[in-house]
């Protein structure tokens, strides 16, 4: 996350114009500067990096999903086909010889 920009100068002018003496405004200022220096504010380019980054994770995913539906569809296929020839099998098996 990067740091918002704080003209702390302006913002001691500021406290001065309504009546704070320097050590107070100073003070102030020291005290909002170090808040704000300790948080973490989300800038729109952060979002927007984010935001790409859960695109190309939701494109991973979609491509990985279809990728299972394929192999599960050949599985099953796959076990189709081998239930189909175990009961031509058993039939054939089964049936009794004509005579």
Known sequence: MTA????????VRTLKDAQFDDRQAEAISRAFRDAQDES?????????????KLDQLRSEIHSQIREVELRFTIRMGAMIATA???LVAIDRFLQTPAI
């Open 40 to 52: 973490e504010v989300a800038t729109r380019a952060d979002i927007r990096e984010i935001d790409n």
């Open 84 to 86: 189909i020839a175990i």
């Open 4 to 11: 918002i920009a704080f003209d702390t100068l302006k913002f």
